[in-house]
């Protein structure tokens, strides 16, 4: 039921948060994590600016848990790919539980920062930096020019510059 008029927090709470648990539940396969996420979604809520009127409080609420889902999901992947490559590695050169999560968790926070960027400027700057291709062979797998290379990893230095600078 959306009320055409802004709610409090707490009565928002208590008309949506079983609502968007089921909601979420769907996606995520998991009870537990769906009230996790649905709590996070109304922390998110109460951490706008205190004018913030929401007169659709489940489309706004929904839009919210979207965006932590798909999060979910992109950590999901990039944890599978890195255990991925752990497991074609070979034992004695696998790091060891402390360094993997340090690893994982370096990789989490590169990807937040890259977050903005669009896939081939991501991948570019990824190519460039951690796998050490030459602009010509960046623009070799992305079926792109060494200008527009140039110009992804640009974007690239600038996301991290910004992260640094704030």
């Known amino acids: 039921m959306d009320i055409a008029s802004p709610q409090p927090i707490d009565l928002m709470f208590e008309s949506h948060f079983r609502w968007l648990c089921n909601r979420l539940r769907g996606q995520l396969g998991c009870t537990f994590i769906a009230e996790d996420v649905a709590s996070e979604t109304f922390a998110q809520v109460l ?3 205190p004018a913030t009127a929401i007169k659709e409080p489940r489309a706004l609420l929904t839009t919210i848990a979207q965006r932590l889902v798909y999060d979910i ?3 999901r992947d990039l944890e599978r790919a890195y255990l991925e490559l752990l497991a074609a590695m070979p034992e004695q050169s696998q790091p060891s539980p402390e360094e993997s999560a340090l690893v994982l ?8 920062l890259l977050d903005g960027l669009s896939t081939n400027a991501r991948a570019a700057f990824l190519y460039s ?3 050490g291709l030459t602009y010509a062979e960046i623009a070799a797998k992305l079926k792109v020019s060494t200008a527009r290379v140039q110009q992804y990893v640009a974007q690239g230095l600038l996301c ?5 600078s704030t």
């Open 47 to 49: 951490a706008l600016p």
């Open 73 to 75: 999901w992109r950590r």
């Open 160 to 164: 991290c510059y910004a992260a640094t």
């Open 129 to 131: 930096q951690v796998d």
């Open 105 to 112: 968790q370096s990789l989490l926070a590169v990807e937040r």
